[in-house]
């Protein structure tokens, strides 16, 4: 049977689940809703803005996708699964806001970026020459090879920032959620960043960002769901101008910047590439 016959044979792949699926979404603390009623498909291979106001309920949407805050009403499946029956944590890379402050033995860089490895090793086994590979590749695309043996505790807020992504980097998912990736990082690794994004994008990956600012990544972001007071709001091609939409009134306050001026002076500049 020559190729072509074979190729025709094929039957057709069965179509792909959406990465992320939400049906009316409750999320509550101490009995205040904070997310409310949110459905929202993300199709494998998109990159979406979750955009809003300061308290609007991103993390807290984003946290409740992943399962770390529990659902008062409604679901969530990831690829095709309900989140309680999930199992494939590697193929998920979070990137929490702010890495969590003080506490424990301080981590180095190079050991934060490969915890983010564990989901994907077996128990018992040690990291592989690849494991390896990936962790220092990581740490490179966020420029901070030069700082693996630092404690974590010696970055600045924008450097950790770095750290957090670099880790999702490291376990090598096919999903990301990252909630305000740029938030405090400067100009150059912001552009660096939204690279690696475009290159994750390119091979295929599902980006879900939490973004205060669209800056670099904006020619990536064909989507926008932006969440007004635990509800969507808006959801389609991201609104323009955006700023308005995102301050909305708050003024969105970051405390830690690696960067005179802070994210808020970068979205519009023109950083050229470090490469
Ligand atoms: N652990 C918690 N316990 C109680 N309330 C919380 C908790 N986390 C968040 N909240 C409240 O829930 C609401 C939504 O918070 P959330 O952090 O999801 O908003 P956000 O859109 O991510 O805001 P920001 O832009 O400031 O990051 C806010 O009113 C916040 O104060
Ligand atoms: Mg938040």
Same mark, same amino acid.
């Given at each position: ?15 792909? !689940?959406?990465?992320?699926r ?73 990137? !929490?806001q ?17 915890s ?23 740490l ?23 750290? %957090? ?7 090598? !998912? ?15 690794s ?12 390119g ?10 600012? %669209?800056?670099? %990544? ?39 910047a ?18």
């Open positions: 049977m020559s190729a072509e016959t074979l190729s025709q044979a094929r039957p057709a792949p069965p179509p792909q !689940p959406p990465a992320v939400v049906r009316d979404a409750v999320v509550s603390y101490d009995r205040r809703p904070v997310v409310r009623g949110v459905s929202l498909d993300i199709g494998a291979g998109e990159v979406v803005a979750v955009l809003g106001p300061n308290g609007s309920g991103k993390s807290t949407l984003l946290r409740a996708i992943l399962g770390l805050v529990p659902l008062t009403a409604g679901t969530v499946d990831l690829h095709g699964t309900p989140l309680r029956r999930f199992t494939e944590w590697a193929r998920i890379g979070y990137v !929490p702010r890495l969590s402050a003080g506490g424990g033995v301080p981590a180095t860089v190079r050991e934060v970026v490969a983010g490895q564990v989901a994907r090793r077996r128990r018992l086994s040690l990291p592989t020459t690849e494991d390896r590979a990936a962790v220092t590749e990581a490179e695309t966020v420029g901070l090879l030069h700082r693996s043996r630092d404690s974590v505790h010696e970055l600045s807020g924008g450097q950790q920032q770095r750290v %957090l992504i670099a880790r999702a980097l490291a376990g090598r !998912p096919d999903t990301f959620l990252m909630d305000e990736p740029l938030a405090g990082v400067d100009a150059a912001q552009q660096t960043l939204a690279d690696t994004i475009a290159a994750l994008s091979r295929g990956a599902t980006v879900v960002l939490v973004l205060h600012e %669209l800056g670099p %990544l904006e020619p990536l972001i064909g989507r926008a769901v932006v969440l007004s007071e635990g509800t969507v709001g808006h959801d389609g091609a991201p609104p323009r101008p955006f700023g308005d939409c995102a301050r909305d009134g708050h003024e969105h306050i970051h405390p830690h690696d960067a005179a001026g802070g994210a808020s002076a970068l979205p519009t500049i023109e950083v050229p590439r470090r490469d």
